[in-house]
């Protein structure tokens, strides 16, 4: 039999069984894609508790740049405190703290988004945009003797963990 008695390349019963199957596919691909909806999706954020060294490995005077939480770990005369580094303003990472200048008379880091300007001290804004100042999250010790921060509780500008 020749091409043109066929009638082309598929015939009648080929094509309808493709439509056929276009049709189901249709059908069952949303119907799949409704049913996953149905299953949250899992968020996976960082932990809140975040485990350090021990506190003897930092020296006094020192300031510490946790990159993956953001934020910075000092230690002073009275102890340590742990500051975040995210502006208050459109949540930036601030730059690292520096010395006291003419312009602000005591060590501060600036924001290189915006401009804001906080104090190292006790995270306040010395210069806006930022509405409020830095959070101060809680330091405390580990059963092991490591320093621990929970990035998830606020403490007041005071705080010192006293080791």
Same mark, same amino acid.
């Given at each position: ?6 009638? /082309?390349?598929?015939? $009648? ?15 069952? #691909? =949303? &119907? ?44 002073? /005369?009275?102890?340590? $405190? ?15 703290? #520096? =010395? &006291? ?63």
């Amino acid at each position: 039999m020749s091409e043109s008695k066929k009638g /082309g390349i598929f015939s $009648r019963r080929g094509l309808l069984g493709i439509g056929w199957f276009s049709f189901i596919v249709s059908m069952v #691909g =949303p &119907a799949l894609a409704n049913i996953r909806f149905l299953f949250p999706n899992v968020v996976y954020e960082p932990p809140s508790r975040v485990k350090l060294g021990k506190p003897e490995e930092y020296a006094r005077g020192s300031a510490t740049f946790v990159e993956d939480q953001r934020f910075y770990l000092f230690r002073d /005369g009275e102890g340590f $405190r742990a500051i975040s580094a995210v502006c208050t303003h459109l949540r930036c990472t601030i730059n690292s703290f #520096g =010395p &006291a200048d003419a312009e602000y008379g005591e060590p501060h880091a600036h924001c290189p988004c915006h401009g804001s300007v906080f104090a190292q001290k006790d995270g306040r804004v010395l210069k806006g945009p930022a509405p409020v100042a830095l959070e101060i999250y809680e330091v405390g010790l580990a059963p092991d003797g490591r320093l621990v921060v929970d990035t998830a509780r606020r403490v007041d500008a005071g705080f010192r963990f006293r080791v």
